[in-house]
């Protein structure tokens, strides 16, 4: 059985942050495993509380998992300082561990901020080098290119740039564009569009957590970069079409359609 771990904070209501991130690696039948960042007070309607591990217990779990069940591969979500994010890149390079997602969780699905200002230099420079793949949507690539981006051609050129960040690929992620909900993925200097109809389903609580945890999925079984995000694309667009509508805000996403 492939193991993943996922770095990440909680979400109470389950449906992002390491509960997405488990339920999917689940669904992909795998053995899921999470070293928790912070916890949150957060439903669908937004986020209410964050309360942050220290970073000495953030590197006491990861220690903990890579010294008994080593991971095939790495998802790291929400990071929400510097001192947490520098144990990290730390404990990931003393394991030399593989196949490390990194989904720069800046701001929540409901609006609410995740990431201290202090932390995108953090960010950038400590993880981002790690990486196989990030993931940022396109709030997310304005913040780090520096560009703003309105169409498929702005998103190109905010790869370009992100690219310069990390020796692995970027995947900036269409959910915000307004014609489509097309991907695109910088890998190797090559550029490659994963197209998809926008499904209507305002319920779209956690689909940034879900993607990136279904690519290390992939990737855990040895997968390549397009072949690991064009199925995570195929897993995420049918737990949007199950039509799930849970919460009195933006739901989460049914997670384990496939067992239906």
């Known amino acids: 059985m492939k193991k993943v771990l996922t770095i990440a904070g909680s ?3 389950g449906g992002a942050g ?4 488990i339920k999917t690696i689940t669904a992909h039948k795998m053995y899921a495993m999470s070293a928790i960042t912070a916890l949150t007070a957060q439903n669908t309607t937004g986020v209410y509380g964050v309360l942050e591990a220290t970073p000495e217990f953030v590197a006491n779990q990861l220690d903990c998992i890579f010294q008994d069940i080593r991971p095939d591969a790495v998802k790291i979500g929400m990071v929400s300082n510097v001192e947490i994010i520098e144990v990290i890149a730390m404990k990931l390079r003393e394991y030399s ?5 990194v989904d720069p969780v800046m701001v929540s699905t409901s609006g609410s901020k995740l990431l201290n200002d202090n932390a995108n230099d953090a960010l950038t420079t400590l993880l981002f080098p790690l990486a196989a793949v990030i993931t940022p949507n396109i709030p997310e690539a304005q913040c780090l290119s520096g560009l703003t981006i309105k169409n498929k051609v702005d998103m190109e050129r905010a790869a370009d740039m992100i690219s310069d960040m990390t020796k692995g690929s970027v995947l900036i ?14 890998a190797e ?6 197209e998809s109809p926008r499904i209507e ?3 779209t609580h956690g689909t940034g957590c879900t993607l990136s945890s279904a690519i290390a999925c992939n990737l855990a079984l040895g997968l390549n970069i397009i072949e690991s995000v064009n199925k995570a694309k195929e897993y995420i667009t049918g737990a949007l079409k199950a039509g ?4 009195k805000g933006r739901g989460p996403l049914n997670h384990c359609f496939k067992l239906q």
């Open 18 to 21: 390491i509960q997405a991130d």
């Open 189 to 194: 200097g090559k550029t490659f569009w994963f």
């Open 97 to 101: 561990a593989e196949n490390i997602v």
């Open 11 to 13: 979400d109470c209501s």
């Open 201 to 203: 389903n305002p319920n």
């Open 173 to 186: 992620k269409g959910g915000h564009l307004d014609e489509s909900a097309d991907d695109l993925l910088k």
């Open 244 to 247: 799930l509508s849970i919460g």
